[in-house]
């Protein structure tokens, strides 16, 4: 459908597929088989990742609470903690945000080293992701999105993050 271009990788979105039960991994049950609406993000062909229409909403979409990424949540949650400080290294199409989001993060870093990625969910789809990472969006207040590499943006921080995820990386 676009192919989207920066010196690291090419970003390739498919056509949007309106009603596609999520298949990302995880132990879903009925309710969490409601179709959605998603495009497929590719870079230079492989490293695939989604994108959800409508992603701002996350309360819309019960499978967050049981797709792989939503495990490390479920164990933050099991140890006693609440709303965490995550950290997402590569954003991708913004499922791991989403999941972030969905289980009460207090705050989301998410850090991107491909431009075409940061520029294929702020500009071309961000009105499909419903100003996910747009400043002045639901959640811009909580949701950070930086152009850089993941380690070295941790290793010039002194955040701490309760949850890492590297979904794919």
Do not use: C, W
């Not at 495009?39 to 701002?56: E, K, L």
């Not at 950290?87 to 075409?116: C, P």
């Amino acid at each position: 459908d676009r192919r989207i271009f920066s010196a690291t990788a090419e970003v390739q979105v498919s056509v949007n597929f309106p009603n596609t039960l999520p298949a990302m991994g995880g132990n879903f049950g009925a309710l969490d088989r409601t179709p959605v609406g998603l495009r497929v993000v590719a870079q230079d062909g492989t490293a695939p990742s989604f994108m959800v229409d409508g992603a701002a909403r996350v309360e819309e979409f019960p499978f967050l609470d049981d797709n792989q990424a939503g495990s490390a949540y479920h164990a933050f949650r099991a140890r006693g903690g609440e709303a965490p400080d995550v950290l997402v290294i590569g954003v991708g199409g913004g499922m791991d945000v989403m999941t972030a989001l969905y289980h009460d993060a207090n705050r989301v870093a998410a850090v991107e080293i491909n431009s075409a990625m940061i520029d294929m969910v702020e500009r071309h789809y961000d009105e499909y992701l419903d100003g996910l990472f747009r400043e002045d969006g639901p959640y811009g207040d909580r949701v950070q999105l930086v152009k850089g590499e993941g380690r070295s943006f941790m290793r010039h921080r002194d955040d701490r993050y309760d949850i890492i995820q590297m979904s794919g990386v």
